[in-house]
Structures are given as C-alpha cells and as structure tokens.
C-alpha cells in the first residue's frame, strides 16, 4: 500500500520561502515519475512540478523559475523548494505520482502566503 506524508508548509509574507518535502512509502516511489499538486482554495487540483526517477523536471508556468523539485530515490523523499512566494500560492499542497495514484493521496500540508 502506498502512503504519502507531506510536511513544510506554513504561513509566510509575500516574497518568502519554504521547503515541501513528502515521504513516500510503497516501492512505486523509486521507480515513478513523482509530483507535487496544489489546490487553491474554489479551485480545482493542479499540477505544480514534476521529477522522472533520473531527476528531469518540468514545472507549471505559474511557477517557472521560482520553484525547484528534487527527489532521493534511496530515502524515497520528494522536495518543493518554493521562492518569491506569491499569494496565488497559497493552496494545499499534496505530493503524489504522476498520473496520480488514486488511493495514494496524502493529507496535504497548507501553504498560505500573506500579502
């Protein structure tokens, strides 16, 4: 069974940083493309950033050159490092595979992002 925890968010200015990071357990990890979703609050889920196993990654456009994922295969850890944070970042962020597994989905952890 796969399981992710999500863990970093919190609440920060306009401009700010922080780091995601997601625990993944089940063996999928380390041979998935691995994601990070967001949902916004009224909004539908959406893609943010993804990682192949070799580390390739590609981003939304929203967020293009502000954030950066990472993985560690041996740890089976995904990371979001998130700067020149923006209010329209302010969301629930969840970590996943990509295409999503449907019973993989974690609890989220909360970015919220003052102006």
């Known amino acids: 069974q796969v399981h992710m925890v999500e863990s970093g968010g919190g609440l920060v200015q306009s401009g700010g940083s922080l780091r995601l990071s997601c625990a993944a357990s089940?063996?999928?990890?380390?041979?998935?493309?691995m994601a990070w979703y967001r949902r916004a609050p009224g909004k539908e889920r959406e893609l943010v950033a993804s990682?192949?196993?070799?580390?390739?990654?590609t981003y939304a456009d929203s967020v293009k050159g502000r954030f950066t994922i990472s993985r560690d295969n041996a740890k089976r850890m995904m990371y979001l490092q998130m700067n020149s944070l923006k209010p329209e970042d302010t969301a629930v962020y969840y970590c996943?595979?990509?295409?999503?597994?449907?019973?993989?989905w974690g609890q989220g952890t909360q970015v919220t992002v003052s102006s």
């Open positions: 996943n595979a990509q295409p999503p597994a449907t019973n993989a």
């Open positions: 990682i192949t196993r070799p580390g390739q990654a």
């Open positions: 089940g063996i999928f990890f380390s041979i998935s493309t």
